[in-house]
Structure formats: C-alpha cells, structure tokens
C-alpha cells in the first residue's frame, strides 16, 4: 500500500532513465547466458537444458509502499511475494522459489510480527507450488524493510516480454480493474477490513476492495497458460497503472494502441461504491495502480484459441494495438483522447 | 562497515533460531527441487542439466552495516558484490548473474551515488565475468539499503555445504586474518583512506587495513577451485569471524576441532600498527568479523592435490576436526581452551 501519492514511488530518475542506462552499461551479451531482463518484467536467463530461468526482485520500503499501522503482517507477507509472482506471471513462466530478505527494527523483531508475514507469504506459496529457499535479515534503525526474489521457469525463448507486440493485435486484460486503487483512498480515508463478517452487503463489498489493495492476487495461471500456449506477444503487470503499464509496453514494442473505454472491466464494486465516495470509477480504472492484473496482447487468429477462464479468473479485450504514429489513445464513445501515463509518474508533476 | 560493535547486526532471535525455524517450516523437498538453502551461505537448487543452481542474498543497511560518511558510494557497490561472491565462493560455485535492490532517499536519488555504487559493483562484477541482470529501486524516507542477490552454479552435487566435515579433516584459511575488524576499529577512530599515495609506508599499510574493511576482496578462484575439484569436505566464509564461523560448521557438521594458534595467518600488517593502537593482533584474527577469506576442511588424503596459490592468494592449515565430543577449541603453546563464538554475536551480551 503506498503512502504519500504526490510523490512517485521511485525518484524522477531512478526507474526510467537510470534503468535505461544501467541496461547500457549492464552490458553486452555473454557466453554464458542471453539475458533481457533489465527493464522488463523479470529478467531472464538462457539456461542450456532447453529452458530459461526467469528473475524477478521487488523491494517494499516502509513508508513508501505501505504502512505498519494498517497493514497487518500476514498480508504485508502475502503482498511480498504475490507482486514478484505477478512479474513472473508476466513474463508467461512458472513460478519455482522465493528468497526474502527483511529488514526490521529491533523491537519489531522481538514481536510476532516476521512470523505472521511468513505466514502470508508461505500460505500464498504452497498455493503455487513455490517453494521459499532462502534470504537474509538484519536489524534496521527504524523501518521495515522487504527484498522479494521469485526465480520461474518457461521453456527455453518462451518468456513473454513487454516488447512483441504489433499492429493488429487484439489487447486483453485480466480480472477487472480499479479496486485496488480505491481501496489506497478509502484506507487513506480511515477505512478498515471488517474485523468480523457481519453479513452486511456494503461491508463486504467494502473489504472486498480494500483486500484488492492489501492481499492482491497475482494471475499466476493466467501467466502460465499465455506463455506455455504461446497465446500472448506481449505481456506487462498492472502494477503502476493501465496508462502508465500501456505505455510501457507500448514504448518497448515501438507500437501504439487504441483502447475502447466501453470494454475496461471496471469493478462492480468500485462502480457501486466509489459513486457515493466522489472517486471516479473511470480513473481509478485507467491511472489507478496495483492491480496485478495481466494485461497481454494476441495475434487476431489466435484470440478463438484463448481460455475463457483460469483460476475462475475471466479475460476481456479491451482493444488493439496500432502503429506507433498513431500513439496511445483511449475513444469514449465518438471521442478520443491521448493516453497518458497517468500512474505512479503522474503525481511526481 | 558495521556501526555499533555493542549490537549484533541480527535480532537474537533472527539468524540462529529464526532460521532454523524457518528451515523447518519452509518445509519438505518437491519434486521441482531438491534444496538444501535456509541456514548455509547460499541456497541450492538441483536443475534437471546436470547443473545445481547456488543463490545467495544479502542486506545491507546504512548504520547497521554501513555508515554513509565513512563509506564511498563506489566501496559501497563493490562490498555489495563482494558479500555475495562469498558465499557462492563458500559453496564452490562459480558465480554467475547479479542483481540488486537499491532504497535510497530522494536527496541521494539527486546525487551521482548511485552512479559510483554501480561503478563498483559493476568493476567486481566484470573482474569475475558475472552479469548485473536486474534488480529493483525504491525510494525510502531517510536511509539507504541494498540487497544484492548473485547466483550461480556448479556441477550436480558438487556444491561445498557446511555440514561435510568428518574427524581428521584438516582445516584451512585462506589469505589472512584481522584487518578487516582492524580496520573497523581504526575507521572508528577516525581513520580514513589516504587522498592521495604519499609514498609514505606507514600509511601505506594504514591503507592496506582500511581497504581490507571497505573493499573485501571475495575468494572467487579458490572457491570454484575447491568445488570443481572437489577438495573440500566443507566450507564457510569469514563473514562473522573465525571463532563464529568455525562454531557454525561444526553445528551443521557435528564435529569438533581443534585450532593451533601460532598457525593463524594474522596479517602482517596488522601485526606491526596494532601493538601502538592497544588492538590484540590475535582477538582480531579469532573474532573479528568480514575478512571474506574461506574455512576449509579437507581429507588428509588430499592435502597434497591442493594448489599452493590461486590468484595470489595463499592457504594455510590452521588446525584439525576432531569428534563432537571434543569440542571446539584452540591450542596456545601448551594451553588448550575452549573456542567460543565471539563474532558479532559476541558483542550482544
């Protein structure tokens, strides 16, 4: 969950262009491995046994990407792990081992709150198979701090990266959008999960967005199935935001897209909710963050050949990729407008 | 660089029983893998190539393990790197791929810190032909972390764990002991490196101690020489101390041992400047922590097959394994008593 939304996540120059020129200076190819990690979802590695071994690394700062008073340390744990397994499911492989390393102060570690965050991190492991096999602690002056590594699999040069996306493809996204979002606001606002279930609608729609921000799922099958099947060209996590996760993906398959505002799977909840809030279903939906949702593109005659549901989990094509001059843009009926990334990077401005 | 001696950098509760408890809860081998990670430098992932994969972690905090006044951003990078070589130098394996996760606030994101904390690493890493393949940026409210995660690999069953010490093994170091604590205490005291070489000995060798604290050179070629070979029936790298790191072998391995103290390669250097600053030559050897050389034992019938230098650096044999019932002690002359742990835990009491 993330603290203050005027200020990005990341510093002005710390996620694009410092990521840009460390890819530079990160170097050329070896004999050793081909990796095309720097900048996409994970990186990966060539192994010589037919399959590659997909990397991925998130780093929770205090503070920064949630707070101790309300998140608790089971879903704070969950949380960990389910945003590295959400990139390794963008990069279509199978999720394998999660290291953790973490960083308390002392008197948090003299509690039981490292024993509850393992909880929810290994609950959400055993659920995927994924198995914890190591990481490091150490004492913190004050803030706690959470290294998340999760290595996967996929059969060698099937990993999925931001970049094979071309014109004519049909762009589809998991799940729905915007919950996550509204449930940052409405926790930003004092709200909290029901200690008990009351069996009140409002309540339980209500926990229902605020778990979509504090226990987000991670479309682990999704992943799976999108790169064993070789359905997807391109594929990114919502984490940042629809816009800004779009123009990602856009930039590195030097396209553009037009999406059909009409198609977005916005939450029911959030649409009922959200109303009488004076959030807008809408904006949550395109620029909200932390959704974990995958979003993917697909070759026009391969779209009849994709699942309806995995995990439960429903798809939705919400438009197509164009060429690159003519930009992002969303229509909203006869209108249409530029996409701008509007996540994380937009309340840096 | 470690901050409060009178601290430990772990919880009391963290490293030891913590991880034990977590080895337990981590739970049973899969099919996907057969490890054997939580609670050796590194963890272990058997591949379906005839490879094991070896992945280590390592956080580090400013004013736990660093303190940003005393360390240069550069020395900062390398020491990063530097850790995580140990330990896969300490499982015998050959190291491979880098990543690494960087908080900082956003008035260091404004600097070039970042920029010389890459030259670093990015200098270790090519030395060794390892590639920096990802990692992950945050930003943090006021102090700056770094994990960094090197794996890399060795032959299936080949790699060197803790627990492969037997009776009569002969125990080695590699390079020398001490000043790297030395150098702690000196920094402590207000030394620091030389602007510029002034030819000068005495700051020569003043220089010499500091580096071994702030730019810790990772055996590298001894540890792949060791594994590939097959040399060595255990191994631990020198991050908490001799007397702590020794104490930690013999637990996994259940053994005893016994060290001959006018065999301890104590560095020169620290022999001739400690005497004028009141610092025990030996206490530094035995229980200072980060010299980053490699704890070795190997079978009497192999001593001969091992190499006299591997990259410059020289072994020496500084004791024997005995049974458990013996325990872990250190002759001195004709006095004999027992050696406890006296690293970092040491200074918790």
């Given at each position: 969950?993330?603290?203050?939304?005027?200020?990005?996540?990341?510093?002005?120059?710390?996620?694009?262009?410092?990521?840009?020129?460390?890819?530079?200076?990160?170097?050329?190819?070896?004999?050793?491995?081909?990796?095309?990690g720097?900048?996409?979802?994970a990186a990966?590695?060539?192994?010589?046994?037919?399959?590659?071994?997909?990397i991925t690394v998130d780093l929770?700062?205090?503070?920064?990407?949630?707070?101790?008073?309300?998140?608790?340390?089971?879903?704070?744990?969950?949380?960990?792990?389910?945003v590295s397994?959400?990139d390794?499911?963008?990069?279509?492989?199978?999720?394998?081992?999660?290291l953790v390393s973490?960083?308390?102060?002392?008197?948090?570690?003299?509690?039981?709150?490292?024993?509850?965050?393992?909880?929810?991190?290994?609950?959400?492991?055993?659920?995927?198979?994924?198995?914890?096999?190591?990481?490091?602690?150490?004492?913190?002056?004050?803030?706690?701090?959470?290294d998340s590594i999760v290595t996967?699999?996929?059969?060698?040069?099937?990993?999925?990266?931001?970049?094979?996306?071309?014109?004519?493809?049909?762009?589809?996204?998991?799940?729905?959008?915007?919950?996550?979002?509204?449930?940052?606001?409405?926790?930003?606002?004092?709200?909290?999960?029901?200690?008990?279930?009351?069996?009140?609608?409002?309540?339980?729609?209500?926990?229902?967005?605020?778990?979509?921000?504090?226990?987000?799922?991670?479309?682990?099958?999704?992943?799976?199935?999108?790169?064993?099947?070789?359905?997807?060209?391109?594929?990114?996590?919502?984490?940042?935001?629809?816009?800004?996760?779009?123009?990602?993906?856009?930039?590195?398959?030097?396209?553009?897209?037009?999406?059909?505002?009409?198609?977005?799977?916005?939450?029911?909840?959030?649409?009922?909710?959200?109303?009488?809030?004076?959030?807008?279903?809408?904006?949550?939906?395109?620029?909200?963050?932390?959704?974990?949702?995958?979003?993917?593109?697909?070759?026009?005659?391969?779209?009849?050949?994709?699942?309806?549901?995995?995990?439960?989990?429903?798809?939705?094509?919400?438009?197509?990729?164009?060429?690159?001059?003519?930009?992002?843009?969303?229509?909203?009926?006869?209108?249409?407008?530029?996409?701008?990334?509007?996540?994380?990077?937009?309340?840096?401005?």
């Open positions: 969950m993330k603290d203050e939304q005027e200020k990005p996540r990341r510093s002005p120059r710390s996620e694009f262009d410092f990521i840009n020129s460390l890819r530079h200076r990160a170097g050329s190819l070896t004999t050793q491995s081909l990796f095309m720097i900048g996409d979802d990966v590695v060539r192994n010589s046994a037919g399959k590659d071994t997909v929770l700062v205090e503070d920064i990407d949630f707070r101790r008073t309300t998140t608790p340390p089971y879903l704070l744990g969950h949380k960990a792990l389910a397994l959400s390794i499911a963008a990069m279509g492989a199978r999720p394998l081992w999660s973490i960083g308390m102060p002392d008197d948090v570690w003299q509690t039981d709150f490292v024993d509850r965050l393992y909880d929810g991190l290994l609950d959400l492991a055993h659920r995927y198979g994924v198995q914890l096999i190591g990481g490091d602690t150490s004492r913190t002056t004050d803030k706690i701090v959470i996967g699999e996929c059969a060698s040069g099937s990993s999925v990266m931001r970049s094979g996306a071309k014109a004519g493809d049909q762009i589809f996204v998991t799940g729905s959008l915007g919950a996550a979002a509204a449930g940052l606001r409405l926790i930003e606002r004092g709200a909290h999960l029901a200690e008990q279930n009351l069996g009140d609608e409002d309540s339980q729609k209500l926990d229902h967005i605020l778990l979509r921000q504090l226990r987000p799922e991670p479309r682990v099958g999704w992943g799976m199935v999108l790169g064993e099947e070789r359905l997807a060209t391109s594929m990114i996590d919502l984490s940042d935001g629809l816009s800004s996760d779009l123009n990602h993906l856009c930039d590195a398959s030097r396209v553009g897209a037009l999406i059909d505002s009409s198609l977005l799977p916005i939450d029911d909840r959030v649409q009922e909710l959200c109303g009488r809030r004076a959030l807008d279903p809408l904006q949550l939906a395109l620029h909200g963050g932390e959704d974990f949702e995958l979003l993917f593109t697909v070759k026009p005659e391969n779209t009849a050949r994709l699942p309806r549901k995995v995990d439960g989990v429903e798809i939705k094509r919400i438009g197509e990729i164009k060429s690159a001059s003519e930009g992002v843009k969303i229509s909203e009926g006869s209108r249409t407008w530029e996409l701008k990334p509007g996540g994380w990077m937009h309340f840096s401005a």
